[in-house]
């Protein structure tokens, strides 16, 4: 069994053989706190000076406290989400321990990490007046001016803050 | 000619349906579609997005089957969209400039039938009662997506004229990423039409505005192709509804746009040789439910923009491909 863990972890077993190791993971402790336990000696050995928190249980904690937010439809959706659930349960608290670690270890590699986030998070720049062009194009074919008419082009004529003090005309009517 | 008839036939047929029965949400979504188009009316409406509001005019006229627009900014520089059926000119920076030219358009751009199966396959909708907007009442419907790659769109329809009163845009954790709503409306009645014979160019000259060189090649050439560029992961139901090559005001070169729609939002992706301007900053941006992702693809800029989550444009432009010749 042990064997198996750590053929997992060099990423040298079949997929097949993977699943059932992670299907007997999910029913048997042991199995668990040995992954634990490989992880633990791998990333010792990689890095001793930083290694004094587990995040694992922490992140599975806070995990079960979310809301699930999808419906389940049926069995067999439900079954296939559970493995998305735990799967993703699992990326995420790899995640949370890279995050961490690559802090720890280089200050270069953080802002790479910092980046990749911010992409996922809903952009904060401010398209540009140069673009409206671009939106201009675009609104011509959306769905969005057959609904709104007119109105959905108030997008494209948006203005920013700073351009709209220096260029406004103080004469303008 | 025939087809206008099929169409007010259809219209008639929508207003009858309306008293007669109940309606699904995609029912008034129909009814909204060809109210807006069809309906003679005069308000402001406040337009939210981000953390800003902006307070703009609307007239909207309908004379000898034609379609007259006028949208006028009252909050900060003076901004006017006037459009006529398919042309539209934009009045900033003290510039009159036309837009769009799009002869092919329809007079009343109408969701169709496809349309709407694509809608109802993509998004779960629903009614949600009767509310007042701008002293109307309202039938709520909601758009909910079936996925995370859209976003919610809620619309207020008007019971009587069918004019959409308000529409707002849902993030997924329901945050209001933009809304139109009309906070004075007058439906019919006596509106102003004095500014009607502006919107032919003729008089936009004659009123003495500034035509910059460039204007005039502003008048914009449109042809229909088949250049060759695909897209992989568009979400699911994002049908392509146009591709054209066109030109575009300051690009020295024919820009490529491909358009898909899902019904309720578009995507658009447009290519053009990278003439390495400066201006042309690489990255995410958005406006309100507008998310635009800019990109260098070996000597191409790809441009994507849409009412869509970033993601998604982020997800389309990184599947963009040449496949062709």
């Known amino acids: 069994m042990k064997n198996e863990i750590s053929a997992m972890m060099d990423g040298e077993l079949f997929e097949d053989e993977a699943e059932s190791l992670l299907g007997r993971n999910k029913n048997d402790s042991s199995i668990r706190k040995n992954w634990a336990v490989y992880h633990l000696i791998g990333d010792v050995l990689r890095q001793p000076e930083h290694i004094h928190c587990d995040l694992s249980s922490k992140v599975r904690e806070r995990l079960r406290d979310e809301p699930t937010v999808v419906a389940p439809r049926g069995r067999a959706v439900k079954q296939k989400m559970r493995t998305f659930a735990l799967s993703a349960a699992a990326s995420l608290s790899a995640v949370g321990v890279v995050a961490w670690m690559s802090l720890q270890i280089s200050p270069e590699v953080a802002p790479q990490m910092a980046m990749q986030q911010s992409a996922l998070r809903p952009a904060s720049m401010q398209i540009r007046t140069n673009s409206n062009d671009y939106l201009m194009a675009h609104q011509e074919f959306s769905p969005s001016t057959v609904m709104n008419g007119s109105a959905s082009y108030i997008r494209t004529v948006s203005y920013t803050r700073e351009e709209a003090g220096p260029q406004s005309n103080p004469n303008e009517k | ?325």
């Open chain 2, 1 to 325: 000619m025939r087809l206008h008839v099929a169409f007010y036939g259809v219209l008639l047929a929508l207003v009858a349906h309306a008293h007669a029965e109940e309606k699904s949400a995609l029912d008034w979504l129909g009814v909204a579609a060809i109210a807006g188009h069809q309906t003679n009316y005069s308000g402001v409406f406040v337009y939210q997005y981000n953390d800003r509001v902006e307070t703009s005019n609307l007239i909207h006229v309908t004379e000898a089957g034609s379609e007259y627009e006028k949208l006028v900014s009252l909050d900060g520089p003076k901004r006017e969209i006037i459009r006529h059926d398919g042309q539209v000119w934009s009045y900033t920076h003290h510039q009159m400039v036309q837009m769009d030219s799009q002869q092919e358009r329809s007079r009343f751009p109408f969701l169709l039938p496809e349309q709407l199966a694509a809608l109802s396959a993509n998004y779960q909708a629903k009614l949600l009662g009767i509310e007042r907007v701008a002293g109307y009442n309202a039938q709520v419907l909601l758009f909910q997506p079936k996925d995370n790659l859209r976003y919610t769109h809620k619309m207020w329809v008007h019971t009587d004229s069918g004019l959409l009163l308000k529409a707002a845009v849902l993030s997924e954790k329901n945050q209001v990423a933009e809304q139109y709503a009309f906070t004075q409306l007058q439906i019919g009645g006596q509106i102003d039409r004095s500014w009607l014979k502006l919107s032919d160019m003729a008089g936009l000259h004659d009123k003495g505005l500034h035509h910059s060189p460039e204007t005039d090649k502003t008048a914009k050439e449109i042809t229909r192709i088949n250049s060759g560029w695909v897209a992989d992961m568009l979400p699911t139901g994002f049908k392509k509804t146009m591709e054209i090559l066109r030109e575009m005001h300051g690009k020295h070169a024919p820009v490529t746009q491909m358009v898909f729609s899902d019904g309720l939002s578009a995507i658009s992706i447009f290519i053009e040789p990278n003439d390495e301007d400066e201006d042309d900053v690489e990255g995410l941006s958005s406006r309100g439910a507008v998310s635009l992702y800019r990109k260098i693809l070996d000597k191409n800029l790809i441009t994507v923009v849409g009412e869509v989550p970033p993601r998604t444009v982020m997800q389309v432009l990184d599947s963009v491909r040449f496949n062709g010749k």
